[in-house]
Each structure stands twice: as structure tokens, then as C-alpha cells.
């Protein structure tokens, strides 16, 4: 399986290929599947439905890995970009009041 942390369990790489290989290929359901590998169904389920969407199978406007991984490098950029407007914003008001001394 893989190893524990103080709040969630990490499994390896090649733990979740095989678990979502399993449901996809044995015909069982992810709650079984998951029940037989000793993990809640939470996991498997959504590292299946990733890979589905990874496959071009998922339900419409489901992220793709690569999307999600876009997804998130752009939420960061912007939120460095709200920072940085802030900063800019509280000069201009510093730098009016300066001016009209």
C-alpha cells in the first residue's frame, strides 16, 4: 500500500494504477475493490474517475490531470497577481498623500 502520514494516507505511483487496473478490468465495483485492498472507497473512487477523465471519458467539463495542474499554477499566479496590485494600490494612495503635503 503505501505510507502514513498524521492525516492522510500517501500511496505509491504504482499503487494507483493498479487499484483503478483492478475495478477496470475485474468488472467489481470500486467499493469493492477497495474493501479487498483494505482503503476506504473514497481513494479509489476518485483516482478511477480521474482516470477517466484522463481517458477523454468523464463527464462533461471534468478536468484532466493536466487541467487540474493548470488549474492550480493559474489560482497561484493570481492570487501573486491580487498581491501585487494591493501592494501597487497602497503606494499610489502613499504616494498621493505624500504629494499633496
Avoid: C, H
Amino acid at each position: 500500500m503505501g505510507s502514513t502520514n498524521n492525516r492522510t494516507k500517501r500511496y505509491t505511483e504504482e499503487f494507483k494504477p493498479d487499484a483503478i487496473a483492478l475495478v477496470g478490468s475485474t468488472g467489481r465495483t470500486v467499493t469493492e475493490v477497495a474493501r479487498d485492498l483494505g482503503v476506504s472507497p473514497e481513494s479509489p473512487r476518485s483516482w478511477y474517475r480521474q482516470a477517466k477523465a484522463d481517458r477523454g471519458e468523464g463527464r462533461p467539463g471534468e478536468l484532466t490531470s493536466a487541467g487540474r495542474e493548470e488549474l492550480k499554477r493559474l489560482r497561484r499566479q493570481n492570487a501573486e497577481q491580487a498581491k501585487t496590485i494591493e501592494v501597487l494600490r497602497k503606494a499610489a494612495v502613499f504616494s498621493a498623500k505624500e504629494s499633496d503635503r
